[in-house]
């Protein structure tokens, strides 16, 4: 092992984060605003708010037109599987997949960025509360343990994030996804708004505005939304929340940051005998050395699954298994929503309307499955909800009866007709046997063992996709559209982007990692607040439920600290 | 190719090579060789097509969508485009497709007119692509969709022309920073496709 060069003091913190994606944006912003000394640890390089090289070009100024070279390409192996990340525009947020591998027992599609911001630069941005209908389920249905948490717990904490984070959205009054506190929603457009009027009317379901961290109205010093809906190349605007142009700038105010790119957290350095965490070992991306740093309480805000394998590659002797693995669920339940299932059709109405700017966000329509009595399915337990978004075709459409000439030039130039389509998104169950392992048989860039997913769907999201695509087509008829026609494309979990569960929070030591405030039950002075800290996957978006943990966690570790408690 | 027209291009290269060595362009070599044409885009060197390939690309495209009261796809530079994509993002399959749809082409224009493609007049051009249009057509019905060349050309152009600069501001509507969401205004506001 190698010492650190200066004195110990010098690398020791009151706090460090691992990770600064959405939930160590969070964590570090909290804790530093709280006086703590915080050392954010993340292993890729620097990006400050405005390092965004791609966010003002045009196409005509990406190469190949935002297309990447077939050469390139062999680098994106795994990132590719989305179909619409690895382009001129963003493919610097997405990891080298050749330096990054990862095995697959089954086929798991692990997207992932490590820089400054990690995925809260490119994520989706829809922000949805989870509702009591959520946290009860496991306990309901007997899928999984049960949450140590109810939605009383964590309401004003979602509350203080969304004023922070900047959510637009709509309140609806629906007990299934609880209002919030938003900024003015976006509009729906006439064909989307014709839409939420007649499927209410007909069929009692709500479609409303996607909740997303876009701003509406300037807040907190960040620009208000232009319409560019150039979100995932980086906003500079900040008119999008971001651990870039948010939480990190707050937490850098107080003072109280230091960030460290390039620093990849191998393990934790763990005490037997005070059964805590003394600090973590890192190696320096770029030079390959190995550095300790020491502090008194951890954040693992590394991903739902770079948490899971930090803690899995602190073996102890102990816990020879990882720090955290006593229940035996240590990597286990992995989820990711189940998606890319729905419809679309088209509309003959509204052929003299149009619209103007690009919106960053299109509808939700919120899950209407197993709510109450009256919804009860038989065939599969949980629900999903909708996605999508009405438009008029553009010149991509094909204009088959224009051949060329004169005629094709004057088609291309007016816009086709309006068309809706609509993806659900699933709840996916807590599967034991869904799970990620570390292995030896191959290693990275640095030497480390590396991750191998062993997940799946099961026969509970298969049954209820069919009822995604029969439930889109009802709503899409229901709403006037013609020419209907439904799709089902699984791909694999991961390509979500949701990815959940094996670190997960519980009641009991004994079957769950993490205790009701995101402690390790092992080592308490450690908490995971990221995805892996998730009990059951719910349908909504996860994200905002990361942000309003982290900072939730982060107050309950700062009061035990005070009170000498951990 | 004819012995005719072999011995005139071999004629045409033992005069070009006195030329070379003035300090000619290839690509000004190139157009003197295929009928001593002007150049359609003489500063510039294709990289996977050769000249002559190019040019006859850029009659395609210019085709397809010619120059009006608006530019066309010769001015938007579609032909580089084209270009682009083949040398660096397609695949070897994908080149080799392009490359022998293009030789059929040539081979079944010829058959046609007795003339290259980018020696025919605009009146025949089109009369050729209206031609493999409704053969086009016909393939894809029975054969389900497979994609032809000449499609595979006019989705490039499609696509090469609202991606560029000249197409996209001058043709299309453009409104890069648009500042603002108006859900639902008359078509008149606008009156044409926004460019993306």
Request: net charge negative.
């Given at each position: 092992m190698l010492f650190n060069s200066k004195g110990k003091q010098e690398v020791t913190y009151d706090a460090i984060v691992v990770g600064s994606g959405i939930s160590g944006g969070w964590a570090a912003k909290e804790l530093c605003e709280k006086g703590l000394k915080t050392l954010v640890l993340e292993r890729g390089r620097m990006v400050r708010h405005g390092d965004y090289p791609t966010a003002n070009l045009e196409p005509w100024q990406l190469p190949n037109r935002d297309r990447v070279s077939a050469e390139e390409m062999k680098k994106y192996e795994k990132q590719r599987r989305t179909g619409y990340t690895i382009r001129q525009s963003s493919k610097h947020w997405f990891v080298n997949d050749l330096?990054?591998?990862?095995?697959?027992?089954?086929?798991?599609?692990?997207?992932?960025?490590?820089?400054?911001?990690?995925?809260?630069i490119m994520w989706g941005r829809h922000s949805y509360r989870w509702s009591d209908i959520d946290f009860e389920a496991n306990a309901k249905d007997g899928f999984g343990v049960d949450w140590p948490i109810r939605y009383r717990d964590i309401a004003s904490w979602y509350d203080y994030v969304e004023g922070f984070a900047g959510i637009q959205g709509m309140n609806e009054g629906l007990p299934q996804l609880p209002d919030g506190n938003f900024l003015p929603p976006m509009p729906l457009n006439c064909v989307e708004e014709s839409a939420r009027e007649r499927i209410k009317e007909k069929l009692g379901r709500t479609l409303t505005i996607g909740r997303t961290a876009n701003l509406s109205q300037a807040i907190h010093g960040r620009g208000a939304c232009q319409y560019r809906n150039r979100c995932i190349r980086g906003c500079p605007y900040g008119a999008y929340f971001s651990s870039n142009a948010s939480t990190l700038p707050a937490a850098e105010k107080t003072g109280n940051l230091t960030i460290r790119p390039f620093s990849i957290v191998n393990s934790l350095i763990y005490d037997p005998a005070t059964r805590k965490a003394t600090g973590v070992r890192v190696i320096d991306a770029e030079t390959n050395e190995t550095h300790e740093f020491y502090s008194n309480i951890v954040f693992l805000c590394a991903s739902a699954l770079g948490s899971t394998f930090i803690l899995l590659n602190t073996k102890t002797d102990e816990y020879p298994d990882g720090l955290g693995s006593s229940s035996g669920e240590l990597g286990h339940n992995l989820m990711d929503h189940h998606f890319r299932v729905g419809a679309r059709g088209e509309i003959d109405e509204f052929d003299d309307k149009y619209y103007k700017g690009r919106r960053p966000t299109g509808f939700y329509i919120p899950r209407f499955r197993n709510i109450d009595r009256n919804s009860q399915m038989k065939e599969f337990v949980r629900g999903y909800g909708y996605q999508g978004a009405a438009s008029r075709e553009g010149w991509s459409r094909s204009v088959a009866e224009m051949a060329i000439g004169e005629e094709l030039k004057e088609a291309i130039t007016r816009p086709g007709s309006w068309s809706m389509g609509m993806t659900a998104f699933g709840e996916c169950l807590p599967y034991h046997e869904n799970k990620v392992?570390?292995?030896?048989?191959?290693?990275?860039?640095?030497?480390?063992?590396?991750?191998?997913?062993?997940?799946?769907?099961?026969?509970?999201?298969?049954?209820?996709?069919?009822?995604?695509?029969?439930?889109?087509?009802?709503?899409?008829?229901?709403?006037?559209?013609?020419?209907?026609?439904?799709?089902?494309?699984?791909?694999?979990?991961?390509?979500?982007?949701?990815?959940?569960?094996?670190?997960?929070?519980?009641?009991?030591?004994?079957?769950?990692?993490?205790?009701?405030w995101n402690q390790v039950w092992d080592a308490k002075n450690v908490f995971v607040t990221d995805g892996a800290c998730m009990t059951s996957s719910a349908c909504q978006n996860p994200s905002l439920t990361y942000m309003a943990l982290t900072a939730r966690a982060a107050d309950y570790a700062v009061k035990e600290l005070k009170k000498m408690n951990i | 190719m004819t012995?005719?027209?072999?011995?005139?291009?071999?004629?045409?290269?033992?005069?070009?090579?006195?030329?070379?060595?003035?300090?000619?362009?290839?690509?000004?070599?190139?157009?003197?060789?295929?009928?001593?044409?002007?150049?359609?885009?003489?500063?510039?060197?294709?990289?996977?097509?050769?000249?002559?390939?190019?040019?006859?690309?850029?009659?395609?495209?210019?085709?397809?969508?010619?120059?009006?009261?608006?530019?066309?796809?010769?001015?938007?530079?579609?032909?580089?485009?084209?270009?682009?994509?083949a040398a660096n993002v397609y695949s070897k399959n994908r080149q080799d497709e392009l490359m022998s749809g293009l030789a059929e082409f040539e081979a079944q224009c010829k058959s046609k007119f007795s003339k290259?493609?980018?020696?025919?007049?605009?009146?025949?051009?089109?009369?050729?692509?209206q031609q493999l249009h409704e053969e086009s057509k016909a393939m894809e019905e029975s054969t389900g969709g497979a994609l032809s060349f000449f499609e595979d050309m006019r989705q490039l152009t499609i696509a090469g022309f609202c991606t560029s600069e000249i197409g996209a501001t001058q043709v299309l509507k453009y409104d890069p920073i648009p500042g603002s969401y108006e859900p639902c205004i008359p078509y008149e506001d606008v009156g044409g496709v926004w460019a993306y």
């Open positions: 330096e990054n591998p990862y095995l697959e027992t089954k086929r798991f599609d692990w997207m992932r960025g490590y820089h400054v911001g990690g995925r809260s392992e570390l292995s030896d048989e191959t290693q990275d860039k640095w030497g480390q063992p590396v991750l191998k997913f062993d997940c799946e769907f099961k026969e509970n999201e298969m049954k209820m996709r069919e009822d995604m695509k029969v439930a889109a087509v009802e709503m899409l008829e229901a709403a006037g559209f013609k020419n209907v026609e439904t799709y089902d494309s699984i791909g694999a979990p991961g390509l979500g982007i949701h990815e959940m569960g094996p670190a997960r929070m519980g009641r009991s030591p004994k079957t769950s990692v993490l205790n009701q | 012995n005719q027209s072999q011995i005139s291009r071999r004629e045409a290269l033992r005069k070009t090579s006195l030329l070379v060595g003035s300090g000619l362009a290839a690509s000004t070599v190139a157009a003197i060789m295929s009928g001593c044409q002007a150049p359609l885009d003489p500063d510039w060197t294709p990289s996977f097509f050769s000249v002559e390939h190019s040019e006859t690309l850029a009659h395609i495209a210019e085709t397809i969508l010619p120059k009006t009261d608006t530019p066309g796809a010769l001015d938007a530079k579609v032909h580089r485009y084209i270009d682009e994509l290259a493609f980018a020696k025919l007049g605009a009146e025949q051009r089109k009369e050729f692509l």
